[in-house]
């Protein structure tokens, strides 16, 4: 789908932004050719709009924005365009966390219950062990969960911390690599409580402020009086589709920082300035260090594509990799409809910041490829040509485990009881209360920012939410009977067993 | 700041040329051609007694020499199969031992140690419960050095483990890297555990046979009947002093191993061939993967002159990048031996210097000497002289703080007590008994045969002037108690050693 050429695409590339500045110089002679790539790149992957700004010693070499903001208006993008830069807030946080150890207010190596004396997590020796530096580098144990906490809920950000003591952790503490957006969160909050003032305000005022960052923020919530604002979208087989905006205002420090290609071009100065930026230092130089050095290894890169890379590793809030002899500062974000990615290399003072509005594409990361090899020489490949071969592999596996699921679904069978004996409130203890009812059209289960999501009879007494954003496209539903042939408990995959409330028993009500 | 913004103009046809544009490779030149006589230099600059070199390129060994002499006393010369301690290059063999324990679906590498010693304790139990074997090969446990629990005692290695649980970690599990040969003995053990075997003779019979390597050792206890062995030297006041071998067999998987380069020129094809050696499997693939995966991070690099920025141990073994390539290396170091093994399987290469001296840092300059030789583009630096530089700095800054010792030495004190107070027994419940008795009028320490005459610095602290060459002095603290009586003795690097009382002497069977 997406390689069939569309002719809106065409039509708002030519009316990109042109952006006044000097004739090509020997020094920019890498990115003669760049917004051609960028420009057919985006076509074939069907992105709606995107900015890109590249920074190189202490300048700004380059700063562009292509497509449209919003598919429905066709006003363009620029590089003031304001995107979501998702997971790309997670540094800022380190960084903020940083500013706070070079003032004696917090230190890296400090447990998180001397900031959060309530933190609490499923076993006792990760609750007293667990450090500010252990939050910003995915070493938890917990995995990559918990994220349906926060995606879509009302809890608060406390709240969403206070619940994720209850996550059995998926691997032993320190282990492993495991993305945790909740621990980050966490940091977030002890950021709060050393520098007695929200996440938010100390962003604002500690990074944005010195920064010239004037028009980025932490919250969709302004985002609607503000000019200049792209659209996320999602990727259709007709073209991108507008969505709304994503509220995580109760994840935050994890990711809700809001920015443009230009304005990112000046914390991409500052962390290539090792913490200063235009002569005032905002951060020790040994902070900084500590922040991009490897904390956890997040796997052993074996990849045929860059067999140059040995190592790859996590920082505080930042992903770390050698390729090509040089170190690789990089990191990706992406929340609904908005992926981005930002990179720097330190050894040859360059950056970069790569904005779109649109999900799924593999150009945020394919182009940073791309610009890897432009900057650090030797064979440049069509990082962008490969990364859509991978996705188009990627997908006909992704329709091969559906087929293989349908194949496995059992035929002929039926519910073991009559429909209205699966309604009831059933609740874990970090997820909290999820109620199935019986609808005249069958069961319906209702949980957090999903209502009356129809379910399917599957097969046995399994069914499907499907197309429900629960936990994937595809969400089982399997519910247990106990020795007396009542329904106990419901297993939801991707949050787990929930336990079927007692009804109480008649009489014992009380003050009955 | 100018801040302007620059365009460029769109020529596919650059980016074309960019493309074609791609280094011409350079004129092959031997790159050993002149190691020989650098080596020679080099030896005369560090003052090391002797060392060997091995080379191996391609599955087969092309440089394997000797230089200097096996002992200063009879000046024999070292050569090729000339026999010295690797020290930790053996950690690697116990590692991969376990692998071949993986290998047959015997041992897993996230098993905890629990499954296979029962018996294993930790200080911390959430640490028992959750150690694994691939964190006793990783340095994570948390637990610093602790070596005084095996280093000289006559503990074995099944004791030296139970008293390990008595060592209070020093950062948080799996927080931190620490260097752990205790966790390795572990790990030896468990393959004494699950084979039945012990880890000499495993090592012997899975490695040593198949690799021809008939002259390597897990032991010192067969050096007297064998020919050609270096002899350990400390350098004192700039001159030469041999010591005696140093018996390290209750921390064989650690670090006992004996070998030259020629025979260790066998592991490292075995290496570099992913696990064969002469067509013949010795542990598989996916097992040599593994140790060379990265682990645990180990903080910075040890000198910031490498174009180094990623240092990690794997298994058994430490990894880092160096000019873009990934190369698997490890140091070894006991008494008057030091050792450095490293290998670029991307350059199908394999270095081991083997010397019979210490201190040095010759062994290290030597292997970044040869790989700058093997990596294209790269003009080999004059590391010995690099090294040879920072080693004077740092000796200048330990004879400094010598002197700043010396100056915070309080004048004029005496000790509470007349001498024959302090002697007596002490007991550590790690590291075991030290006896300090009167003789000749003066303190003399005793722990497990390391002897040496104390002399009063201030107050109750007490200089410890060590026979053994290689033992620098340490300083003794005795502690009172309410009613003045001298109940235990602080040794730094240790802990507090209590007063063993009489009564209790007495009633010792």
Same mark, same amino acid.
């Given at each position: 789908?997406?390689?069939?050429?569309?002719?809106?695409?065409? @039509?708002?590339?030519?009316? %990109?932004?042109? +952006?006044?500045?000097?004739?090509?110089?020997?020094?920019?002679?890498?990115?003669?050719?760049?917004?051609?790539?960028?420009?057919?790149?985006?076509?074939?992957?069907?992105?709606?709009?995107?900015?890109?700004?590249?920074?190189?010693?202490?300048?700004?070499?380059?700063?562009?924005? /292509?497509?449209?903001?919003?598919?429905?208006?066709?006003?363009?993008?620029?590089?003031?365009?304001?995107?979501?830069?998702?997971?790309?807030?997670?540094?800022?946080?380190?960084?903020?966390?940083?500013?706070?150890?070079?003032?004696?207010?917090?230190?890296?190596?400090?447990?998180?219950?001397?900031?959060?004396?309530? /933190?609490?997590?499923?076993?006792?020796?990760?609750?007293?062990? *667990?450090? +500010?530096?252990?939050?910003? $580098?995915?070493?938890?144990?917990?995995?990559?969960?918990?994220?349906?906490?926060?995606?879509?809920?009302?809890?608060?950000?406390?709240?969403?911390?206070?619940?994720?003591?209850?996550?059995?952790?998926?691997?032993?503490?320190? $282990?492993?690599?495991?993305?945790?957006?909740?621990?980050?969160?966490?940091?977030?909050?002890?950021?709060?409580?050393?520098?007695?003032?929200?996440?938010?305000?100390?962003?604002?005022?500690?990074? /944005?402020?010195?920064?010239?960052?004037?028009?980025?923020?932490?919250?969709?919530?302004?985002?609607?009086?503000?000019?200049?604002?792209?659209?996320?979208?999602?990727?259709?087989?007709?073209?991108?589709?507008?969505?709304?905006?994503?509220?995580?205002?109760?994840?935050?420090?994890?990711?809700?920082?809001?920015?443009? %290609?230009?304005?990112?071009?000046?914390?991409?100065?500052?962390?290539?300035?090792?913490?200063?930026?235009?002569?005032?230092?905002?951060?020790?130089?040994?902070?900084?260090?500590?922040?991009? $050095?490897?904390?956890?290894?997040?796997?052993?890169?074996?990849?045929?594509?860059?067999?140059?890379?040995? /190592? $790859?590793?996590?920082?505080?809030?930042?992903?770390?990799?050698?390729?090509?002899?040089?170190?690789?500062?990089?990191?990706?974000?992406?929340?609904?409809?908005?992926?981005?990615?930002?990179?720097?290399?330190?050894?040859?003072?360059?950056?970069?910041?790569?904005?779109?509005?649109?999900?799924?594409?593999?150009?945020?990361?394919?182009?940073?490829?791309?610009?890897?090899?432009? *900057?650090?020489?030797?064979?440049?490949?069509?990082?962008?040509?490969? %990364?859509?071969?991978?996705?188009?592999?990627?997908?006909?596996?992704?329709? &091969? &485990?559906?087929?293989?699921?349908?194949?496995?679904?059992?035929?002929?069978?039926?519910?073991? @009881? &009559? @429909?209205?004996?699966?309604?009831?409130?059933?609740?874990?203890?970090?997820?909290?209360?999820?109620?199935?009812?019986?609808?005249?059209?069958?069961?319906?289960?209702?949980?957090?920012?999903?209502?009356?999501?129809?379910?399917?009879?599957?097969?046995?007494?399994?069914?499907?939410?499907?197309?429900?954003?629960?936990?994937?496209?595809?969400?089982?539903?399997? *519910?247990?009977?106990?020795?007396?042939?009542?329904?106990?408990?419901?297993?939801?995959?991707?949050?787990?067993? *929930?336990?079927?409330?007692?009804?109480? @028993?008649?009489?014992?009500?009380?003050?009955? | 700041?100018?801040?302007?913004?620059?365009?460029?103009?769109?020529?596919?046809?650059?980016?074309?040329?960019?493309?074609?544009?791609?280094?011409?490779?350079?004129?092959?030149?031997?790159?050993?051609?002149?190691?020989?006589?650098?080596?020679?230099?080099?030896?005369?600059?560090? !003052?090391?007694?002797?060392?060997?070199?091995?080379?191996?390129?391609?599955?087969?060994?092309?440089?394997?020499?000797?230089?200097?002499?096996?002992?200063?006393?009879?000046?024999?010369?070292?050569?090729?199969?000339?026999?010295?301690?690797?020290?930790?290059?053996?950690?690697?063999?116990?590692?991969?031992?376990?692998?071949?324990?993986?290998?047959?679906?015997?041992?897993?590498?996230?098993?905890?140690?629990?499954?296979?010693?029962?018996?294993?304790?930790?200080?911390?139990?959430?640490?028992?419960?959750?150690?694994?074997?691939?964190?006793?090969?990783? =340095?994570?446990?948390?637990?610093?050095?602790?070596?005084?629990?095996?280093?000289?005692?006559?503990?074995?290695?099944?004791?030296?483990?139970?008293?390990?649980?008595?060592?209070?970690?020093?950062?948080?599990?799996?927080?931190?890297?620490?260097?752990? !040969?205790?966790?390795?003995?572990?790990?030896?053990?468990?393959?004494?555990?699950?084979?039945?075997?012990?880890?000499?003779?495993?090592?012997?019979?899975?490695?040593?046979?198949?690799?021809?390597?008939?002259?390597?050792?897990?032991?010192?206890?067969?050096?007297?009947?064998?020919?050609?062995?270096?002899?350990?030297?400390?350098?004192?006041?700039?001159?030469?002093?041999?010591?005696?071998?140093?018996?390290?067999?209750?921390?064989?998987?650690?670090?006992?191993?004996?070998?030259?380069?020629?025979?260790?020129?066998?592991?490292?094809?075995?290496?570099?061939? =992913?696990?064969?050696?002469?067509?013949?499997?010795?542990?598989?693939?996916?097992?040599?993967?593994?140790?060379?995966?990265?682990?645990?991070?180990?903080?910075?690099?040890?000198?910031?002159?490498?174009?180094?920025?990623?240092?990690?141990?794997? #298994?058994?073994?430490?990894?880092?990048?160096?000019?873009?390539?990934?190369?698997?290396?490890?140091?070894?170091?006991?008494?008057?031996?030091?050792?450095?093994?490293?290998?670029?399987?991307?350059?199908?290469?394999?270095?081991?210097?083997?010397?019979?001296?210490?201190?040095?840092? #010759?062994?290290?300059?030597?292997?970044?000497?040869? #790989?700058?030789?093997?990596?294209?583009?790269?003009?080999?630096?004059?590391?010995?002289?690099?090294?040879?530089?920072?080693?004077?700095?740092?000796?200048?800054?330990?004879?400094?703080?010598?002197?700043?010792?010396?100056?915070?030495?309080?004048?004029?004190?005496?000790?509470?007590?007349?001498?024959?107070?302090?002697?007596?027994?002490?007991?550590?419940?790690?590291?075991?008994?030290?006896?300090?008795?009167?003789?000749?009028?003066?303190?003399?320490?005793?722990?497990?045969? !390391?002897?040496?005459?104390?002399?009063?610095?201030?107050?109750?602290?007490?200089?410890?002037?060590?026979?053994?060459?290689?033992?620098?002095? !340490?300083?003794?603290?005795?502690? #009172?108690?309410?009613?003045?009586?001298?109940?235990?003795?602080?040794?730094?690097?240790?802990?507090?050693?209590?007063?063993?009382?009489?009564?209790?002497?007495?009633?010792?069977?």
């Amino acid at each position: 789908m997406r390689r069939v050429t569309m002719p809106w695409l065409l @039509l708002s590339a030519a009316t %990109a932004t042109t +952006l006044a500045g000097a004739s090509p110089t020997g020094a920019q002679q890498e990115l003669v050719g760049l917004d051609d790539y960028i420009e057919e790149a985006m076509e074939d992957w069907g992105i709606a709009g995107m900015s890109v700004a590249i920074v190189r010693d202490g300048e700004i070499i380059y700063a562009r924005g /292509f497509g449209v903001r919003d598919v429905s208006t066709g006003e363009p993008v620029n590089e003031q365009t304001l995107f979501a830069i998702g997971s790309n807030s997670k540094l800022f946080t380190a960084v903020a966390a940083g500013m706070l150890v070079d003032e004696g207010l917090m230190a890296w190596d400090a447990k998180i219950t001397e900031y959060l004396p309530w /933190f609490q997590l499923y076993d006792p020796y990760l609750t007293r062990e *667990f450090t +500010l530096r252990d939050a910003l $580098s995915h070493r938890s144990g917990l995995g990559r969960r918990g994220d349906a906490l926060w995606y879509g809920t009302e809890y608060t950000r406390k709240e969403v911390i206070r619940r994720v003591r209850h996550l059995v952790p998926s691997s032993s503490f320190r $282990s492993r690599y495991g993305y945790q957006n909740i621990m980050v969160l966490t940091a977030g909050e002890a950021i709060a409580n050393a520098a007695g003032r929200s996440w938010d305000d100390f962003i604002d005022q500690r990074i /944005f402020a010195p920064l010239a960052m004037d028009r980025s923020n932490t919250s969709v919530k302004p985002l609607g009086r503000a000019p200049n604002v792209a659209q996320p979208h999602e990727a259709t087989s007709e073209g991108p589709k507008p969505i709304p905006w994503r509220d995580i205002d109760n994840v935050a420090p994890a990711g809700s920082i809001n920015s443009s %290609a230009s304005e990112m071009a000046h914390w991409l100065e500052f962390l290539l300035q090792w913490g200063e930026y235009e002569g005032q230092r905002l951060l020790e130089e040994e902070t900084i260090q500590t922040i991009m $050095s490897p904390h956890t290894i997040t796997g052993n890169p074996s990849d045929t594509l860059a067999p140059s890379r040995h /190592f $790859s590793a996590y920082g505080l809030g930042v992903g770390l990799s050698d390729y090509k002899a040089h170190k690789i500062q990089s990191h990706t974000g992406g929340i609904d409809g908005m992926l981005s990615n930002v990179t720097t290399i330190p050894e040859l003072n360059v950056g970069w910041v790569i904005l779109t509005n649109t999900s799924y594409n593999g150009l945020y990361t394919a182009l940073s490829d791309y610009l890897l090899d432009t *900057f650090l020489g030797g064979d440049r490949k069509d990082w962008s040509a490969i %990364a859509l071969e991978q996705w188009d592999e990627g997908q006909e596996r992704a329709a &091969a &485990a559906v087929a293989r699921l349908d194949e496995e679904r059992a035929e002929g069978t039926h519910p073991s @009881l &009559a @429909l209205q004996a699966y309604e009831g409130v059933y609740t874990d203890p970090m997820y909290g209360e999820l109620r199935v009812t019986n609808e005249a059209d069958g069961l319906r289960l209702s949980w957090g920012p999903q209502q009356d999501i129809p379910l399917e009879h599957w097969h046995y007494d399994t069914f499907v939410a499907e197309g429900s954003s629960l936990a994937g496209d595809r969400t089982f539903v399997t *519910f247990h009977l106990d020795a007396q042939a009542e329904v106990e408990d419901v297993e939801v995959s991707g949050l787990g067993d *929930f336990q079927r409330r007692a009804a109480p @028993l008649p009489g014992t009500t009380p003050g009955a | 700041m100018d801040r302007r913004i620059r365009r460029t103009l769109l020529t596919p046809v650059a980016i074309l040329a960019l493309c074609l544009a791609s280094a011409v490779p350079g004129v092959a030149q031997d790159p050993l051609a002149d190691l020989d006589r650098y080596v020679r230099q080099a030896r005369e600059d560090w !003052n090391v007694a002797g060392l060997a070199v091995g080379v191996v390129r391609h599955d087969s060994l092309v440089f394997a020499r000797g230089f200097g002499a096996r002992d200063v006393r009879t000046g024999e010369p070292v050569n090729g199969e000339t026999l010295f301690a690797i020290g930790s290059n053996s950690k690697a063999w116990t590692a991969l031992g376990l692998g071949i324990l993986v290998d047959e679906g015997r041992v897993r590498w996230d098993d905890r140690v629990t499954d296979h010693l029962s018996w294993f304790q930790l200080y911390d139990p959430y640490v028992t419960r959750e150690m694994t074997v691939r964190d006793l090969l990783t =340095h994570r446990s948390g637990l610093s050095r602790g070596d005084a629990i095996w280093y000289g005692t006559p503990y074995d290695r099944e004791e030296v483990i139970r008293r390990v649980r008595s060592l209070e970690p020093s950062w948080s599990f799996r927080s931190h890297y620490g260097y752990q !040969n205790i966790m390795f003995i572990t790990a030896g053990q468990i393959i004494e555990s699950v084979t039945g075997m012990t880890w000499d003779r495993f090592i012997e019979e899975r490695f040593f046979g198949p690799l021809g390597m008939d002259a390597s050792v897990t032991s010192t206890d067969s050096l007297p009947t064998r020919g050609n062995v270096a002899q350990p030297h400390v350098i004192v006041d700039g001159e030469l002093v041999p010591v005696p071998w140093r018996d390290i067999d209750n921390a064989g998987p650690a670090g006992s191993i004996l070998s030259n380069v020629t025979e260790m020129g066998a592991w490292l094809r075995m290496q570099l061939a =992913h696990g064969e050696f002469g067509r013949r499997r010795i542990v598989s693939d996916s097992v040599i993967e593994e140790q060379r995966t990265p682990q645990m991070i180990a903080g910075a690099a040890p000198d910031t002159l490498q174009p180094t920025h990623f240092y990690v141990y794997g #298994l058994g073994i430490a990894l880092k990048d160096y000019h873009g390539y990934k190369v698997v290396h490890h140091g070894g170091g006991i008494d008057g031996m030091l050792s450095q093994t490293a290998f670029v399987p991307e350059l199908d290469l394999g270095v081991v210097v083997l010397t019979n001296t210490e201190p040095n840092n #010759l062994h290290s300059a030597l292997v970044n000497r040869i #790989l700058d030789a093997y990596i294209p583009g790269v003009e080999p630096r004059d590391w010995s002289a690099l090294y040879l530089e920072r080693f004077r700095r740092d000796q200048e800054r330990a004879d400094s703080l010598r002197q700043v010792r010396e100056a915070d030495r309080v004048p004029g004190t005496a000790p509470s007590h007349p001498l024959p107070a302090y002697a007596g027994t002490y007991e550590h419940e790690m590291y075991g008994p030290l006896t300090i008795e009167l003789e000749q009028g003066a303190l003399v320490f005793r722990r497990h045969g !390391n002897r040496g005459v104390m002399v009063h610095w201030h107050y109750d602290t007490f200089r410890v002037d060590f026979d053994h060459p290689r033992e620098s002095d !340490n300083f003794l603290t005795f502690d #009172l108690d309410r009613t003045g009586d001298v109940v235990s003795v602080e040794v730094p690097g240790m802990g507090v050693f209590q007063r063993v009382t009489e009564e209790e002497e007495g009633t010792d069977p």
